[in-house]
Protein backbone atom coordinates (compact mmCIF):
# COMPACT_ATOMS: atom_id res chain seq x y z
CA UNK A 1 0.00 0.00 0.00
CA UNK A 2 1.28 3.38 -0.84
CA UNK A 3 0.02 6.67 0.82
CA UNK A 4 -0.32 9.95 -1.78
CA UNK A 5 -0.54 13.47 -0.22
CA UNK A 6 -0.47 16.57 -2.71
CA UNK A 7 0.27 20.03 -1.60
CA UNK A 8 1.02 23.23 -3.54
CA UNK A 9 -1.74 23.99 -5.61
CA UNK A 10 -3.39 27.60 -5.13
CA UNK A 11 -4.48 30.65 -7.33
CA UNK A 12 -2.09 32.24 -9.36
CA UNK A 13 -2.13 34.69 -12.61
CA UNK A 14 -1.51 33.58 -16.12
CA UNK A 15 1.98 33.28 -16.95
CA UNK A 16 2.68 32.44 -12.91
CA UNK A 17 4.48 29.54 -11.50
CA UNK A 18 3.80 27.14 -9.33
CA UNK A 19 5.43 23.81 -7.51
CA UNK A 20 3.24 20.69 -7.03
CA UNK A 21 4.82 18.44 -4.55
CA UNK A 22 3.45 15.04 -3.74
CA UNK A 23 4.46 13.06 -0.53
CA UNK A 24 4.38 9.67 -0.45
CA UNK A 25 4.34 6.67 2.38
CA UNK A 26 4.35 3.02 2.80
CA UNK A 27 5.78 1.08 0.56
CA UNK A 28 9.48 1.15 -1.06
CA UNK A 29 8.93 4.64 -3.35
CA UNK A 30 11.43 4.57 -5.24
CA UNK A 31 10.69 1.01 -6.49
CA UNK A 32 7.53 3.22 -8.42
CA UNK A 33 7.15 5.55 -11.79
CA UNK A 34 5.18 8.39 -10.91
CA UNK A 35 3.17 10.82 -12.60
CA UNK A 36 0.61 13.51 -12.62
CA UNK A 37 -3.05 13.63 -14.18
CA UNK A 38 -5.26 16.49 -13.92
CA UNK A 39 -9.07 16.97 -14.07
CA UNK A 40 -10.74 19.50 -15.21
CA UNK A 41 -14.29 20.45 -14.40
CA UNK A 42 -16.75 18.84 -16.51
CA UNK A 43 -13.47 17.25 -18.47
CA UNK A 44 -11.86 14.07 -18.78
CA UNK A 45 -9.05 13.06 -16.68
CA UNK A 46 -5.81 13.87 -18.37
CA UNK A 47 -2.21 12.71 -18.12
CA UNK A 48 0.03 15.46 -17.21
CA UNK A 49 3.68 13.76 -16.75
CA UNK A 50 5.36 11.05 -15.45
CA UNK A 51 8.73 10.01 -14.78
CA UNK A 52 10.99 6.96 -14.03
CA UNK A 53 11.37 4.77 -10.99
CA UNK A 54 15.27 6.18 -11.02
CA UNK A 55 14.02 9.48 -12.29
CA UNK A 56 16.12 9.23 -15.76
CA UNK A 57 13.03 9.18 -17.79
CA UNK A 58 10.17 11.82 -18.11
CA UNK A 59 7.06 11.69 -20.18
CA UNK A 60 5.04 14.98 -20.52
CA UNK A 61 1.97 15.56 -22.82
CA UNK A 62 2.20 17.84 -25.94
CA UNK A 63 0.71 20.89 -24.01
CA UNK A 64 2.23 20.91 -21.00
CA UNK A 65 6.05 20.82 -22.81
CA UNK A 66 8.60 23.56 -22.20
CA UNK A 67 6.58 24.58 -19.36
CA UNK A 68 6.63 21.95 -17.03
CA UNK A 69 9.05 19.74 -15.20
CA UNK A 70 8.67 16.48 -13.32
CA UNK A 71 11.12 15.76 -10.89
CA UNK A 72 11.34 13.37 -7.90
CA UNK A 73 13.98 12.86 -4.57
CA UNK A 74 13.68 9.04 -3.67
CA UNK A 75 15.84 9.89 -0.42
CA UNK A 76 12.77 12.61 0.52
CA UNK A 77 10.23 10.02 -0.77
CA UNK A 78 8.65 13.17 -2.87
CA UNK A 79 7.49 13.94 -6.54
CA UNK A 80 7.51 17.16 -7.69
CA UNK A 81 5.43 19.02 -10.51
CA UNK A 82 7.10 22.52 -11.36
CA UNK A 83 4.64 24.47 -13.63
CA UNK A 84 6.20 27.96 -15.31
CA UNK A 85 4.06 30.13 -17.69
CA UNK A 86 0.69 28.71 -16.45
CA UNK A 87 -2.14 29.22 -18.70
CA UNK A 88 -5.98 29.47 -17.77
CA UNK A 89 -6.63 25.95 -19.35
CA UNK A 90 -4.19 24.73 -16.76
CA UNK A 91 -6.57 25.31 -14.06
CA UNK A 92 -7.61 21.69 -13.09
CA UNK A 93 -7.18 19.36 -9.87
CA UNK A 94 -4.00 17.63 -9.94
CA UNK A 95 -3.70 14.26 -8.62
CA UNK A 96 -0.30 12.43 -8.10
CA UNK A 97 -0.12 8.91 -9.19
CA UNK A 98 2.10 5.97 -8.37
CA UNK A 99 2.48 2.54 -10.56
CA UNK A 100 4.87 -0.01 -11.38
CA UNK A 101 5.53 1.01 -14.87
CA UNK A 102 5.76 5.04 -16.64
CA UNK A 103 3.46 3.29 -19.28
CA UNK A 104 0.43 2.06 -16.40
CA UNK A 105 1.13 5.67 -15.14
CA UNK A 106 0.65 7.28 -18.38
CA UNK A 107 -2.85 4.94 -18.86
CA UNK A 108 -3.83 5.74 -15.43
CA UNK A 109 -4.14 2.05 -14.93
CA UNK A 110 -4.01 0.57 -11.34
CA UNK A 111 -1.78 1.58 -8.79
CA UNK A 112 -2.38 4.32 -6.24
CA UNK A 113 -4.01 7.74 -6.63
CA UNK A 114 -3.85 11.03 -4.57
CA UNK A 115 -7.32 13.19 -3.00
CA UNK A 116 -5.79 16.10 -5.68
CA UNK A 117 -4.65 19.78 -5.10
CA UNK A 118 -6.46 22.47 -6.87
CA UNK A 119 -4.83 25.04 -8.98
CA UNK A 120 -6.61 27.68 -10.69
CA UNK A 121 -4.69 30.20 -12.89
CA UNK A 122 -6.54 33.46 -13.41
CA UNK A 123 -6.61 35.30 -16.74
Known amino acids: QVQLVESGGGLVQAGGSLRLSCAAS????????MGWFRQAPGKEREFVAA????????YYVDSVKGRFTISRDNAKNTVYLQMNSLKPEDTAVYHCVAASTTRAVRDGNGGYWGQGTQVTVSS
Open 26 to 33: GRTFSGYA
Open 51 to 58: ITSGGINT
